[in-house]
T-cell receptor
Framework: QKEVEQNSGPLSVPEGAIASLNCTYS??????FFWYRQYSGKSPELIMS????GDKEDGRFTAQLNKASQYVSLLIRDSQPSDSATYLC?????????FGKGTRLHILP | DVKVTQSSRYLVKRTGEKVFLECVQD?????MFWYRQDPGLGLRLIYF???????EKGDIPEGYSVSREKKERFSLILESASTNQTSMYLC??????????FGPGTRLTVL
């Protein structure tokens, strides 16, 4: 089993809808979780971090963590064309950050 | 805002050349990292450093070395560049050993 798994996509979502991005991880002792956004040809940019079970909201973004199910997700409300990017899930395991390969998100105008 | 800068955005080198990629951060971060990113393979950790003069191998250190003489600067060295080292190279820094802030990347082509 891969340490951090994401569906590669592309995930196509109409403008204005909710985009839902999912990530599962294999190590139960992981304590912190991150979502990075990466535009084509650019470097990853940290957009959300979450450390405890439940939801964390920041503007149009909500990160959700379920440690029992080893599952973390990112919801983007009112999706905009500027949200089209690759989203990387990252998990802290023993002070080492493990990245997923990313999900490509395409917002349809 | 954290700023991580890399010496070049694009670099073209020939096989066998020695290549230096420089990274500088301005936030007094202890931790610095070098990754490469390739389509289908994601981000792979080459080397990292938690302190000046300290370095640790990541997942794919072969063919690379690093230098950290000053806290703000972390250099990646390709001793003898090969075509399979053509890639996007990303430097990152962090204060805590989790949130990472990335530089703009260097796209290296080895001919």
């Amino acid at each position: 089993q891969k340490e951090v798994e994401q569906n590669s996509g592309p995930l196509s979502v109409p403008e204005g809808a909710i985009a839902s991005l999912n990530c599962t991880y294999s190590d139960r002792v992981s304590q912190s979780f991150f979502w990075y956004r990466q535009y084509s040809g650019k470097s990853p940019e940290l957009i959300m971090s979450i450390y405890s079970n439940g939801d964390k909201e920041d503007g149009r973004f909500t990160a959700q963590l379920n440690k029992a199910s080893q599952y973390v997700s990112l919801l983007i409300r009112d999706s905009q064309p500027s949200d089209s990017a690759t989203y990387l899930c990252a998990v802290n395991r023993d002070d080492k950050i493990i990245f997923g390969k990313g999900t490509r998100l395409h917002i349809l105008p | 805002d954290v700023k991580v800068t890399q010496s070049s955005r694009y670099l073209v080198k020939r096989t066998g050349e020695k290549v230096f990629l420089e990274c500088v951060q301005d936030m007094d971060h202890e931790n610095m990292f070098w990754y490469r990113q390739d389509p289908g393979l994601g981000l792979r950790l080459i080397y990292f450093s938690y302190d000046v003069k300290m370095k640790e191998k990541g997942d794919i250190p072969e063919g690379y070395s690093v230098s950290r003489e000053k806290k703000e600067r972390f250099s990646l060295i390709l001793e003898s560049a090969s075509t399979n080292q053509t890639s996007m190279y990303l430097c990152a820094s962090s204060f805590l050993r989790d949130k990472k802030f990335f530089g703009p990347g260097t796209r290296l082509t080895v001919l």
